[in-house]
Nanobody, 120 residues
Framework: QVQLVESGGGLVQAGGSLRLSCAVS????????MGWYRQAPGKQRELVAH???????DYADSVKGRFTISRDNAKNTVYLQMNSLEPEDTAVYYC??????????????WGQGTQVTVSS
């Protein structure tokens, strides 16, 4: 069974940095796009960043210039380096992966979420 395990969340002061990691395990044929979403209380889940298998990345306007997404295909791991954090970045961050479990079966998978809290 495919699992996405996130780590790196926590409490940080405004202006600080955190790095989130998400390791994908299980029966995986190949991973297409990986990324991060976040959801704050009372708000809808929004895309933070995603990165394709060809390492092409895209970001939400609110995080451009501050966050960097990367992936290690050998480790089936995606990272989110978050710099210059702001209180508005406080949310539960969810990792996702669009992947093939076989050469014919493609689905989206989600991590359990990790809390990021930025104090002012």
């Amino acid at each position: 069974q495919v699992q996405l395990v996130e780590s790196g969340g926590g409490l940080v002061q405004a202006g600080g940095s955190l790095r989130l990691s998400c390791a994908v395990s299980g029966s995986i044929f190949s991973i297409c796009t990986m990324g991060w979403y976040r959801q704050a209380p009372g708000k809808q889940r929004e895309l933070v960043a995603h990165i394709t298998s060809g390492l092409i990345a895209d970001y939400a306007d609110s995080v451009k210039g501050r966050f960097t997404i990367s992936r290690d295909n050998a480790k089936n791991t995606v990272y989110l380096q978050m710099n210059s954090l702001e209180p508005e970045d406080t949310a539960v961050y969810y990792c996702y992966a669009d992947l093939f479990t076989t050469q014919w079966q493609r689905d989206d998978y989600w991590g359990q979420g990790t809390q990021v809290t930025v104090s002012s």
